[in-house]
């Protein structure tokens, strides 16, 4: 059974830092690229940052680019999203999500999300 | 950026009605076009793939049309589960983006 679970949210003062891990788990996690898409409170979805299979390639949306930076180790089956310099705005659940091998940039697996909250 | 606007933003039905929910995107996409259907405190579902193939597992009064810049997520016969949040997702081009999302309510 594919798994994602996110872990390392949580509470942190505008300009503070956090990592996001993501571990994946029921399927060769080093043959899929990975996305993390964010959801603020109330409101719609939002996609952040994606990785290739190996890691040698990213793409970040312009609202994160410079701030976040997306990575992965294959050998421990985890997704990571650092975070820097965080702001208000970046307060949400952020969701790892696998990229079907068909179809790029469709997701099929999601995980159940964590919370961030940026607020001093 | 594409822009994907749908409507309506809200939208109340009864069991057993028939429903449509658009999605329009602000320049041609092809069929590169996603509908996921997301309940409170849950991640979303993927529906709908390349506008109209329904995902496995995914019952069949769901079905997707469109192409281009217009594309309709239609519910058949609504059942009491599918009482959620709808959204549309492009996937034509960096960066991908979200329609507002949908919110099917009970009447």
């Known amino acids: 059974e594919v798994q994602l679970v996110e872990s390392g949210g949580g509470l942190v003062q505008p300009g503070g830092s956090l990592r996001l891990s993501c571990a994946a788990s029921?399927?060769?996690?080093?043959?899929?690229?990975m996305h993390w898409v964010r959801q603020a409170p109330g409101k719609g979805l939002v996609w952040v940052s994606r990785?290739?299979?190996?890691?040698?390639?990213?793409s970040y949306a312009d609202s994160v680019k410079g701030r976040f930076t997306i990575s992965r180790d294959n050998a421990k089956n985890t997704l990571y999203l650092q975070m820097n310099s965080l702001r208000a705005e970046d307060t949400a659940v952020y969701y790892c999500a696998r990229e079907t091998q068909w179809q790029p940039s469709l997701y099929d697996y999601w995980g159940q999300g964590t919370l961030v909250t940026v607020s001093s | 950026d594409i822009q994907m606007t749908q409507s309506p933003s809200t939208l109340s039905a009864s069991v057993g009605d028939r429903v449509t929910i658009t999605c329009r995107a602000s320049q041609s996409i092809s069929s590169w076009l996603a509908w996921y259907q997301q309940k409170p405190g849950k991640a979303p579902k993927l529906l709908i793939y390349?506008?109209?193939s329904l995902e496995s597992g995914v019952p069949s009064r769901f079905s997707g049309s469109g192409s281009g810049t217009e594309f309709t997520l239609t519910i058949s016969s609504l059942q009491p589960d599918d009482f959620a949040t709808y959204y549309c997702?492009?996937?034509?081009?960096?960066?991908?983006?979200f329609g507002q999302g949908t919110r099917l309510e009970i009447k």
């Open positions: 997702q492009q996937y034509n081009s960096y960066p991908i983006t």
């Open positions: 390349k506008a109209s």
């Open positions: 029921g399927f060769t996690f080093s043959s899929y690229w």
């Open positions: 990785i290739n299979s190996d890691g040698s390639s990213t």
